[in-house]
C-alpha cells in the first residue's frame, strides 16, 4: 500500500538534519511558533537554544541593574539632556548648554529617551545599554547562522554573549554597546546588498555606520575597507553596478555620518555650546583630531591626545591583545579564530566569486583583523573596553569557522586538515590556562575555570584525533563539544565575576585586578542621583581647607528621589589624581596629577562637598549655572548631586578653551553665573588670567576654599 509518510529530512551542511515541517496557514498562531521554535528547516534544538543563550545575555548585562554605577561623565550629559532640548540636541554636559562632551550625542539621545519616557536613574540608563547588547548577540546569531547553519550561530551568538569586556560595558553607560549593535546592523545590509546585488541594503548598511559614526565618531570607520572590498569583490552584480552601488552606499554613508557636525559647525558660536575636547570649536576638529588621528599616532593639534592615555590597555604594539591586562578581556578566541580565518579561506579558494560563505569570511575576518591592528598599534588614548568592537568578529569567526574546520576534519584528508581543528583547539586551551594562572589565587571560581579549560581541552583533542582516526562519527561530536567548554570556561569566569562585583564606572573591565586600569571594585562613576528611589554611595568631597566637609544629604533638586551621598566621587575628587579614575573617553586623568600637570589655576583638582553645594543652591540668586569648575569631572559629580547646571571651563582635562575672561565678564554681568572655585596656587591653569581676574574682583567665600562671589558690580 502506498503511504503519504513524508520522506526522511535532508541533512544540513553543518552535520544536522532538518525537522519535519509543521502546517503552516500563514496566520498569527503559525507566525508566533516560529518566533519561539524557529523556521521549518532548523533543528529542533536550535530556536530553544538561542533563547537560552539570550536569556543568558539579559541576565548577564542587567543583572543586579541597581549596583551599576555607570559613568558620570555621560551620566551628567543625559541629565541635563533630559532638562533641556538644546543641550539634549548637542549632547552638551549641562543643561545650561555651556560645553559639550567630547563625543557626538546618539548614545546620549538614545538614554536620554529612555530617561524622559520612564524617569531618569540607573536602571532607565542602561536599560537601553542592555537592549543593545542583547540584540547584538540575536543579530550576529542571525548572520552567521544564514551562512553557515546553526550550530556555527550558536556558537558565535554563545561566544559574543561571555566576551568579558562586552560584559562589562553592557554593563555601564558608555557608548559602546550603541556603537556595535549599530556597526552590526551595517553588516547586515551589506551582506543582503552583496547577495543580492541590490541597492538600498547597501544604502542603509550606509546609514547604520553613519549613525554609528555620529556614536564614537571615526571608531565606526575601521571596518569601512573590510566593507567596501567585500561588496566590491563578492556582490553579485556586474562590476559597473558594483562601483556605481558603493558609489550611492558612500553617498547616503557621509550624509548620515556628517549632518549633525555640519548643523552644529554652521551655527555661530555664540548660539551653541563649545565643542568640548576640540581646539577651535569645531566639530570638524574634534572628529579628525582628539576622535581620530590623535587615537591612532598619539599626537595632534588636539588637546589631551599626545598618547598620555596608552598605558590604560599597556604599551602598543601587536602584543597588546594578550598582556596582563587585555588578555581577559579579549583574547581568549583569538588564536582559534585566527587559525579558523586562515583555513576557512582555503577551503572556499576555488568557490564562486560571489560565494555567500566566502564574502562572510572575508566580512567578518576584516572586521577582526582591522580591529586587531587599530587597537593593538594606537599610540594614543586607548581603554581596555574599545575592544568590545573587535568581539563581533572573533565570535562569528570561532562559529563559522570552527564548523568548517569540523566538517573539514570529519571528510577532508586526513594528511591535510587532520590536524588543524586540534592544533586550533590546542592553541586556545593553552592560552586559556596561561591567562587563568596569571589570576592563579584570585578565587574559587578562576581555578575552576582553569582545571575544565585544561581538562576539556585535552580531552577535547584526545578525541577528535581518535575519533578521526577510528572513524568514530559520535566521539568526534562529543570531543568537539568539549572543545566548546574548553575556549569558554574562561571567558564564563571572567564574566560571571563581571556580573555579580561592581566596576570602573569609566574603565570598566572585567574579572580580577591585573595591574592594568580598571578591573572590579574601581567605582570609576558616580550612581545617577534620583535612579529608581535607591540610596546613592558617592559625593564630591570638601575642598582641601574647607570646613567641616560633613555630608548634608541634600537630595538633587530636580532629579529624583536618592539621597545624597556618604563617600567619596571617584570622578574628579578622591581619585583624580590617579590613572584609574580620570579616565573616561576623553582620554587623560584627572586634573591634578595626570600629565605632570598640577592643579589647576581654575580650580583643577579643587574638591566640592555637599556642605558647599547647599550654599550655591541657597545663594544661587536666579542664576543660569550654580558654579562654575575646571573640568567635565568635577562638573559632572556637581550636576548629578545638585540638579542644576555647572560650567566645565576647561573639559575633560582642563586644557579646552571652552571660557575666556572676556566670556566670563559677560555670563556675570548678565547675572548668569555668580560663583567659580579656582584653586590657590593659581598654576597649571590653561588660563591663568581668569584665575588671576577672579581672585582680584570676587568675594572669597571664606567657609570654602576657592570659592569666589561675583556680581555684576564686579565687572568693571
Sequence with gaps: MTTLAPPPAPARQDG???RAAPPDDGGLSSRARRLFTGAPEDPRWARPTLWAILVLATALYAWNLSSITGNTFYDAAVYSG???WKAFFFGALDAGSFITVDKPPFALWVMGLSARAFGYGTWQLTLPMVAVGTGSVALLYRLVKR???????????LALTLTPITVAITRDTNPDPILVFLMLLGAAALLTSVRTGRLMPLVWSGVAIGFAFNTKMMQAYVVLPAFFLVYLWAANASLGKRIRNLAVGTVALIVSSAWWMVVVDLIPASSRPYIGGSTDNTVWDLVIGYNGFGRIFGASSSVGSQGNGASFGGEAGLYRMFNDTMGGQISWLIPFAAIALVASLVLRGRA???????????????????????????EGTFHPYYVTAMAPGIAALAGAGG?????????GSAVKWGWVLPGAVAASSVWAVVLLQRVSGSGTLYTVAEVVAGVAGAASVIGLLVGRFTKRQRLMGVAALAAVVALLAGPAAYSASSATSSTNGTNPTAGPSTGGMGGMGGGGGQRPSGAGGGTGTNSVEAPSGSGDGQETGQPPSNSG??????GTAESGTAESGTAESGTTESGTAGSDTAGGRTGGGMGGGTEVSSAMITYLKTNQDGATWLVAVATDQTASSIILESGEPVISMGGWSGSDNAMTLAKLKSLVKAGKLHHIVVSDSGQGSSNSEIST???ANGTAVSDYSGL???????VG
Design 16 to 18: 544536522t538534519r532538518h
Design 352 to 378: 564562486p566569486r560571489t560565494d555567500a560563505r566566502r564574502a562572510a569570511l572575508m566580512l567578518w575576518g576584516g572586521w577582526f583583523v582591522l580591529h586587531y591592528l587599530t587597537f593593538a598599534l594606537a
Design 561 to 566: 528621589g536618592s539621597t545624597a551621598e556618604s
Design 708 to 714: 569666589y562671589r561675583l556680581d555684576a558690580s564686579d
Design 82 to 84: 533630559t532638562k533641556s
Design 403 to 411: 564548523v568548517m574546520l569540523c566538517n573539514a576534519f570529519r571528510n
Design 147 to 157: 551562512d553557515f547553519g546553526a550550530v556555527a550561530g550558536t556558537i558565535s551568538a
Design 693 to 695: 581676574w577672579v581672585k
